[in-house]
Every structure is written in C-alpha cells, then in structure tokens.
C-alpha cells in the first residue's frame, strides 16, 4: 500500500513591493498595521514623529521626510487631513514626495478629496514624464476591511491591486480619475444628513416627553434608516415591483405633516423634516400624489437640479 503524501501548506508569497504610508492619523495607522500583518514591507512618515515612532515598534520603517519614503517605495498611499495637505506632501520643495519617488511608482491617495485635486495632481505627475501614476481612491470603513473608491476602471490601480485587496473588503472602481473622489463626497452627504436627521428626531422625541432610549429601540428596529435607503435603490435600479409595494406620496405627506406638528409643539425646529414635509406636499400636490413615493425622485431632480 503506498503511503499517502504529506499535506503541504500553501503559504503565501511575500509581495516584492515596497510600500509606504504618508499620515499615520486613525486611517493610517489601522492601514499600516493591515500592511505589517499582510507582510509588506512598509515605511511610513508623518510630521508627528511619536506617530512614526509607535507604528516602527511593529514592523514599519520611520523616515524623516516624505522624500526619504518615497526612494525605498514601489507603491505609496496617502491618508492626508485634506487636499491642502496633500499638495503640500507631495511638491514641497527640497523633501516633497514626488522628488523621490521612484520611476513608475504608484500615489494611491485616501484622502477625501475632490475631482480637481485628482485631475490637477495627476497633470502634475505626468508632466514630470517619469511614468508616476496618481489615481484618487478614498474609502470607508477601517482597514482591512476598507471599502475602496478607485477613481478609474477596472485594473486602473495595476500593480497596487494586490496592495489593496490586502487592506480592503470591497473595492469599487468608479470608472476615471476623480470619481472616486466625487463618489466618497456623495457618501459623506448620505451619512451625515442621515446623522443629522436622526438627531434632530431625537431632538424632538425628548423634548415630547417621550422616553429616548424606547424611541431609538423603536427606530432600530423598524424600517427607519435602512427603509429609506432602500426606496433609492430600488428606483434607480428600475426595481418596479419593489417599488410598487411602497406607500403613495400622500400617504407620506399626511405622516410629515403631523410630524412636523410634533415638533412644532415640542417647540423645535427641525431643517431635515422641514425640507422633507416641503417636497412630499409638492409631490403630493402632481402627478405624484398616487403613485408609490420612491416614484417621486422623479420630481426631485426636477426641482434640485439647477436650471431645470
């Protein structure tokens, strides 16, 4: 009988890419450990040294100056504050980033940004004609389970790909330079109006009278949020028969008036009802009036959109 051979385990081959990490704020941190954790070697830099100094305690590589991270680096992500801080990391005179970047090195930028940074640092890499790539991809989450907004098409990040795929859960690639950008800051609105509706209906609820811990079970555990999301999708992916099963826009009229009564009462005022209460009286006052309310974004582009 021939005995059977032993089971070998697959390991995973270390990436020859050198990779670096420009800002080691809560974003860059978490990505510089997932980096250490996927065995990259990874240098790292940022103005605050004890920054620098901490994440070296666990594998990194501290330099001195964007410049020094950019000579040992195939591949370098920015978690940046903002586009005035990027700008200023990667052409500062004398130890910018670009000054020493390899030729055909990679800038994944993760900073929230806007397509104009994209396009007026990618024009100023390329003229630099050494082959360095620019591409825009901001995220959500926290590595690695980062959700990823490639500003380009599918393949657009080449070689970092495989980078990325290490820190992230989902990427998305948006389809050119800059919307990935434009496509974190539709994010952004979403997550915060959304913040602040809810807390401007806890507002109201307390000062109701009603008891604030039973009202949040309450909205937990109904449609709520998720509900409201859901009507969106199922309009924009021509979901008709999903679509069809929600409430007429009078009905949803009818329910913000008296919500807006609410909080008249308990004396607040309210920005996100008021703007919701507004535009289903409209809607309820057209063509929209019987038709399931997810209907009505129809009418919104109308009236939001400028020059319509």
């Excluded at 070697?41 to 001195?64: F, S």
């Excluded at 507004?278 to 309820?284: G, R, Y």
């Amino acid at each position: 009988m021939t005995e059977a051979a032993p089971l070998q385990r697959r390991v995973k081959p270390m990436n020859t890419n050198h990779v670096g990490v420009v800002g080691l704020g809560g974003m860059g941190k978490s990505l510089s450990d997932s980096l250490i954790a996927a065995e990259h070697p990874l240098a790292v830099w940022d103005r605050h040294t004890a920054r620098v100094a901490t994440t070296a305690m666990i594998g990194a590589t501290p330099t001195t100056s964007p410049r020094q991270l950019a000579e040992d680096s195939d591949v370098v992500f920015l978690t940046l504050p903002n586009p005035t801080a990027v700008r200023e990391v990667l052409f500062k005179e004398e130890d910018g980033l670009v000054s020493g970047l390899k030729d055909g090195a990679i800038i994944v930028d993760m900073t929230t940004g806007d397509a104009e940074l994209a396009l007026e640092i990618s024009e100023r890499v390329e003229a630099l004609g050494r082959g360095i790539r620019y591409i825009d991809a901001p995220v959500s989450g926290t590595s690695p389970n980062l959700t990823v907004m490639v500003g380009g098409a599918v393949g657009s990040l080449g070689a970092a790909e495989e980078i990325v795929n290490d820190v992230s859960g989902k990427i998305i690639y948006t389809g050119a330079l800059g919307k990935g950008f434009s496509t974190k800051l539709v994010h952004q609105h979403v997550k915060y109006a959304t913040h602040l509706a809810v807390a401007e209906a806890i507002v109201i609820a307390e000062k109701a009278g009603l008891d604030v811990p039973t009202v949040i079970d309450a909205i937990q555990h109904s449609s709520g949020v998720a509900g409201g999301l859901r009507g969106v999708v199922e309009y924009y992916s021509d979901n008709k028969r999903a679509v069809a099963k929600h409430a007429p826009a009078t009905t949803i009229a009818k329910d913000l008036r008296l919500a807006s009564a609410l909080a008249e009462s308990a004396g607040v005022t309210s920005a996100t009802l008021a703007a919701a209460t507004e535009f289903f009286a409209a809607a309820a006052e057209g063509d929209y009036a019987t038709r399931p309310y997810p209907e009505s974004t129809e009418l919104l582009t109308q009236l939001r959109t400028q020059g319509a």
